[in-house]
């Protein structure tokens, strides 16, 4: 088949996106027609630096036909592998070129062409060790330490930057792939340790409509050039497989005060019968906005990582459980919903004393803050099993969480974990399929 790029945009300007995305539920950030683009205000593009690094050619015959990009990301510093798509001002949203989000319906995926020579040294090894990365920049729009006050300077995010690592199968040598991720394949979040992110990095916003920014990158740094081709990256709209009600909820929670439930529920909004499992993870440690202070005032990244260790914080699996309406736990047994139906549940959080910790004085490059150890974010991810792969999918093979690699310590209060049987863990979740997403933030007194 061959891919008709009439109605998707490249270059065209804010209006021209929302238009294309209102008569197909997709927002093409970058394609290769017109060249390879500069970001600019009104329209997002590539680093000036990273067009360099950009030839643009045409393919002819197969199923791709038209003009692509391969990018020659070349060994050294992070800069030198990677490609930045973005606006020039950075208080942009992809999804709107404004700092106004989107209303729903919103985006809830990426994707995007990729291609490797049949030479790469960018394929998986027989351990799997990721080579790639889609790394993502989001902000909350209240938050004006981001682009500073002229849109130009400041920090790059809201401490919201996740991370996809990925390697390719050797089978798909020279062969285009469509890549779809979904929050599920970002299972990393920067400064949160060994918890599965998702939506997580995101908290009350939604991930792929709050994107401002995003890295492609070689995680390789072996001398020489890396040939990688990309094209129609887009931002698309996939009707879920899953939703939680609600998707957000932050509470604040006594210490010393056990158990505490949030109500929820987890809807089938499709119109066949499914069956849904879960993963449920939690990170213990200084609050995101504690975080974001350090990220803004000191403008470096070391300084939300300094307030971390301070802190003691860490993330595993054993703090958070989900019960039925009967009170009984759900653990590694599926739940089936009709179609169109609800399953009505708890999720439960094990509170415990000692993980408030006392406050602590964090000095970072003549900054001082003070931080305590004092919320508990918990991220929870239902899929269906049984929904179809997408095509090519089965050739990337994401990184999984290390929520449960148990070989990390328990963190303060957290119970003993067990690590999920096969089929529940971490690398188990399809990159591709939007399912629920619940995130809670417990603030502890």
Known sequence: MILSRAWLWGGMGVLGAMAAYAAEPRILLAGFEHGALVSGNQSPGW???????????????GDLQGRFGRFFFAA??????????????????LTTGTSVLPEPPVPNAMVFRLRLPRDSRLFCGPEGRPTLGVWTYHFDP??????????????????????????????AASRWIEV???????????????????????????FVASLREIQFLVLRTESGLYPVDLDEISLVRREPAARFEPEYEEKVAWANAGDVAVPIKLVNPTNRDRRYRFFVSSELGASRQVLNRALAEADSIGAPTAV??????????????????????????????????????????RIRPEMLGQPVTVRYRGHIWTARRD????????????????????????APSNADD????????????????????????????????????????
């Open 142 to 171: 209240s938050d004006l330490s981001v682009g500073g006050a002229n849109g130009t300077s400041g920090t790059t995010d809201s401490m919201m930057h996740g991370y996809a690592n990925f390697c390719v199968e050797p089978e």
């Open 375 to 398: 919320t508990l974010t918990t991220s929870v991810i239902a899929w269906d099993p049984d929904e179809p792969r997408g095509a090519g999918m089965g050739w990337i093979r994401v």
């Open 406 to 445: 148990a070989s990390h310590p328990v963190p303060m209060g957290f119970p003993l974990p067990e690590r999920p049987p096969q089929g529940w863990r971490s690398g188990d979740v399809p990159p591709e399929q939007v399912g629920a997403y619940l995130v809670t933030e417990l603030t502890l007194r």
């Open 180 to 206: 779809v991720f979904a929050p599920s394949a970002f299972r990393q979040q920067r400064d949160y340790y060994h918890w599965f992110a998702a939506r997580g990095v995101t908290g009350r916003l939604p």
């Open 76 to 93: 050294g510093g992070v800069s030198e592998r990677s490609a930045y798509l973005r606006y020039r001002l950075r208080r942009r949203f």
């Open 47 to 61: 680093r000036v630096e990273d067009v360099r690094k950009i030839a643009v050619l045409t393919e002819e015959g």
């Open 308 to 349: 971390q260790k301070a802190v003691g914080a860490n993330g595993g699996l054993s703090a958070a459980f989900l019960t039925d309406e009967n009170g009984r736990s759900v653990r590694h047994r599926e739940i089936e919903i009709g179609a169109g139906g609800e399953w009505r549940g708890t999720l439960v959080h």
